[in-house]
C-alpha cells in the first residue's frame, strides 16, 4: 500500500524515553552548541529556521518529561509528531530493553492510522567504550517503524547535529513504504 506523501513544510520532531537518559542534554547541546551540567527537566519547545537546517525545512523539536506531563499530554505529543526519537542510555541496558518493551510499543498504540517514523538514539556514549548496536539490530528487525540509529553523546557533542539530521531524513525521504500496521506482512 504505497501511498504519495506531500512534501513538508515543516518537521515535527519528538524526544521520548526512560528518565535520565538524556532527551533535554540532546536538545540544548544542539541548540547551544555546548554541555550543559544543569538543564531543566523539560526544554520549550524550539523551531530550527529552514536555512539552518540540512533539509531546508523548519524544524520542530520537542522534549518529553514524565515530571511534567500526563500519559494523555504524552499521547498527545506522539500523534502530533512527525518522527520520534527513543532514547536510551548505552550505560543502561534497562533503557535499552524499555524503548522495546514499552516506549515503541506505546508509539504504535497511539499512532494508529499511520506508521510514524522513529530514530532510535543511544545517549552517553562518552561513559562507555563498548557498542550497543547488536543489541538493536533485533529491534530493528521487529520495530519497522525504526528508519536508522545512531549513538551519539549530548556531552563531547559527538553525532548530535547528525542524529537530527536522520531525524528529518526520516520524514522527509522514508526508506520503508508507509504500512498499517494490520495489513503489515
Ligand atoms: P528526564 O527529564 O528525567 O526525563 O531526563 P532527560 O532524559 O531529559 O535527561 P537529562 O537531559 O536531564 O540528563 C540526565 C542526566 O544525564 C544529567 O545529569 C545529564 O547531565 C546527564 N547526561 C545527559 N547526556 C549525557 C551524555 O551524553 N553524557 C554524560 N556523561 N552524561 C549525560
Redesign the pocket.
Given at each position: 500500500v504505497h501511498r504519495q506523501i506531500a512534501p513538508r513544510r515543516n518537521v515535527r520532531i519528538l524526544l521520548v524515553?526512560e528518565?535520565?537518559?538524556?532527551?533535554?542534554?540532546?536538545i540544548l547541546s544542539l541548540v547551544s552548541e555546548e554541555y550543559a551540567?544543569d538543564?531543566p527537566?523539560?526544554a520549550e519547545e524550539i523551531t530550527i529556521p529552514a536555512d539552518v537546517t540540512p533539509e531546508q525545512v523548519p524544524t520542530h523539536i520537542v522534549?518529553y518529561?514524565?515530571?511534567e506531563q500526563t500519559d494523555d499530554q504524552l499521547s498527545e505529543e506522539i500523534q502530533k509528531a512527525h518522527v520520534i526519537c527513543v532514547?536510551y542510555s548505552v550505560e543502561d541496558e534497562d533503557t535499552l530493553d524499555r524503548a522495546a518493551t514499552y516506549w515503541l510499543p506505546l508509539i504504535r498504540k497511539c499512532s494508529t492510522n499511520n506508521r510514524c517514523p522513529v530514530v532510535l538514539v543511544g545517549?552517553?556514549i562518552?561513559?562507555v567504550d563498548y557498542s550497543t548496536i547488536e543489541a538493536v539490530y533485533p529491534i530493528m528487525k521487529e520495530f519497522s517503524e525504526i528508519e536508522s540509529c545512531i549513538e551519539c553523546?549530548?556531552?563531547t557533542l559527538q553525532n548530535i547535529s547528525e542524529m537530527f539530521y536522520y531525524a528529518q531524513k526520516a520524514v522527509l525521504h522514508p526508506t520503508t513504504p508507509l504500512y498499517n500496521y494490520d495489513t503489515q506482512e
Open positions: 524515553g528518565r535520565d537518559v538524556g532527551k533535554t542534554s540532546l551540567e538543564v527537566s523539560k522534549d518529561s514524565a515530571a532514547v545517549n552517553k562518552d561513559l553523546s549530548a556531552k
